[in-house]
């Protein structure tokens, strides 16, 4: 993945079964630490995040676990992409009683029904929704009247 223009990244992990307490801890197999530099403008900043897994060295090991972190990041920021920008949560000012719980189910539902639209971004998505009602109407379960 292209960090950007003016950006460089670099990630080690040092994986180990000595930052565990996997004596006290059942399943716990091996502790990571993952480092992360990055230059963006000529300013470097480091940052340091531990990390446990129950998976043992021999089906994790610090490339794999790498690759675990990357790919749980990856889903993770598709989900905030599409949850707090698309949708609007971010901008969202609802602060109070159970509104913001609801809204957020709201959204959770949506992006779930948006699954089902033949489209490959749910931008597109919304949009083909805004031009096939009655498909959004089906995906809720609400019928047409004759």
Known sequence: MDPGPGRIETRTVRAT?????HDRWTGLKQGFRLTRTRTVKGVTTVEVVHGITSRPVERADARALLGLVRSHWRIENQRHDVRDVTLGA?????????????????????????????????????????????????????????
């Open 17 to 21: 079964p000595l930052l565990t307490c």
């Open 90 to 146: 971010d901008a969202c000012r609802v602060r109070k009683g159970a509104a913001p719980q609801v809204l957020a189910a709201l959204r959770n539902a949506a992006i779930h029904l948006l699954a089902t639209v033949p489209a490959d971004r749910t931008p597109e998505e919304l949009e083909w929704l805004q031009r096939h009602p009655e498909h959004a109407h089906n995906l809720i379960g609400i019928t047409q009247r004759e």
